[in-house]
T-cell receptor
Framework: RKEVEQDPGPFNVPEGATVAFNCTYS??????FFWYRQDCRKEPKLLMS???SGNEDGRFTAQLNRASQYISLLIRDSKLSDSATYLC????????????FGSGTRLLVRP | DGGITQSPKYLFRKEGQNVTLSCEQN?????MYWYRQDPGQGLRLIYY???????QKGDIAEGYSVSREKKESFPLTVTSAQKNPTAFYLC????????????FGPGTRLTVT
C-alpha cells in the first residue's frame, strides 16, 4: 500500500463548479499535512497547510479526518486557472525534513 | 527577486556520462533538497542538506552525489551508476524552523540516451 494515495483523475469540471479531492495516508502517527499545486511541466508550489480543525483560503477549503486517515481539498467556483495537478503531502516520521508526496490528482476546468 | 534557480532547464546526455545539475537559492534558506519526479509518480527524495558541509541520503540516493560547500548552492551529480537517470529533477529549499514549507526551483529535465 502506498503511503499517500490519491485518485489520479482527471477531474473534468465546468467553470463555476465545486470539486473535491480526497487523499488517504497510511501512517496514523503523521502530524503535518499539505496540499501543493503543480502546473503542467512546472515545479510544485505550496497551496495550503491542512489543520486539524479544517481551514479555508478563499475558494479553497482543506479538511483532515484523522480517524479515517484522509485529507480533502474542496475548490468552490472553479476557474480555468485552477487547472493543475494537486499533490497531497504528508510529513515523514523518520525526519522532520522529509515529506511524502502523493502522485497527484489532475483537475481540468473547462469553459 | 528572491528565489531558486536551476540550470539548465533541459539537459541531454549520453549513457555512461556523469552530469551535474545546478541549484542556487538566495532566500537565505538553511535546508536544501533534491527530488526526482517520474511520470505518474510522486516526488521522491534523493538527498537533502540541513546545513553547510552536511547532507543525508534520501530514499533513492544510489547513483547520485551532492555537495553543500555554500549555503546558497546544492549541486547534484547524476553518475553513470544511476540505472534510470532520465527524469525531471527538482531542487527545493526551506527554513530550518519550518522544513515542511518547501520552495521549489523550476526543475531540470534530464534525458539520457
Amino acid at each position: 500500500r502506498k503511503e499517500v494515495e490519491q485518485d489520479p483523475g482527471p477531474f473534468n469540471v465546468p467553470e463555476g463548479a465545486t470539486v473535491a479531492f480526497n487523499c488517504t495516508y497510511s501512517n496514523s502517527a503523521s502530524q503535518s499535512f499539505f496540499w501543493y499545486r503543480q502546473d503542467c511541466r512546472k515545479e510544485p508550489k505550496l497551496l495550503m497547510s491542512v489543520y486539524s480543525s479544517g481551514n479555508e483560503d478563499g475558494r479553497f477549503t482543506a479538511q483532515l479526518n484523522r480517524a479515517s486517515q484522509y485529507i480533502s481539498l474542496l475548490i468552490r467556483d472553479s476557474k480555468l486557472s485552477d487547472s493543475a495537478t494537486y499533490l497531497c503531502v504528508v510529513n515523514r516520521m523518520d525526519s522532520s525534513y522529509k515529506l511524502i508526496f502523493g502522485s497527484g490528482t489532475r483537475l481540468l476546468v473547462r469553459p | 527577486d528572491g528565489g531558486i534557480t536551476q540550470s539548465p532547464k533541459y539537459l541531454f546526455r549520453k549513457e555512461g556520462q556523469n552530469v551535474t545539475l545546478s541549484c542556487e537559492q538566495n532566500l537565505n534558506h538553511d535546508a536544501m533538497y533534491w527530488y526526482r519526479q517520474d511520470p505518474g509518480q510522486g516526488l521522491r527524495l534523493i538527498y537533502y542538506s540541513q546545513i553547510v558541509n552536511d547532507f543525508q541520503k534520501g530514499d533513492i540516493a544510489e547513483g547520485y552525489s551532492v555537495s553543500r560547500e555554500k549555503k546558497e548552492s546544492f549541486p547534484l551529480t547524476v553518475t553513470s551508476a544511476q540505472k534510470n537517470p532520465t527524469a525531471f529533477y527538482l531542487c527545493a529549499s526551506s527554513f530550518d524552523r519550518n522544513p515542511y514549507e518547501q520552495y521549489f526551483g523550476p526543475g531540470t529535465r534530464l534525458t539520457v540516451t
